[in-house]
């Protein structure tokens, strides 16, 4: 219900969310987990850590060399 409240809420914050640009996590974060467990080994905390920094690095790439690109195209 938090949610939905704050979906509507008109706050700055919450607005100006998405101005640099729309990063969807789910779609690099599995490969780069994976990567990552295969190659370092990792501990779960380090691994959380590692994969969510690459994981925004490579959805920002993405969305700004891509995403935002093909949507002229709509």
Known sequence: ??????????L???KDFGI????????YS???QQLLMWIFKLKTINLSVYALLLSIV?????????E??????K
Not at 58 to 66: D, I, M, T
Not at 68 to 73: A, D, F, T
């Open 58 to 66: 490579f959805e920002y790439l993405s969305w700004f060399l891509v």
């Open 20 to 27: 640099l640009g729309d990063v969807s996590y789910g779609i």
């Open 68 to 73: 935002k690109r093909e949507l002229r195209y």
């Open 12 to 14: 700055k914050v919450v």
């Open 30 to 32: 599995f490969f780069i």
């Open 1 to 10: 219900m938090f949610i939905i409240v704050l979906g509507y809420t008109a």
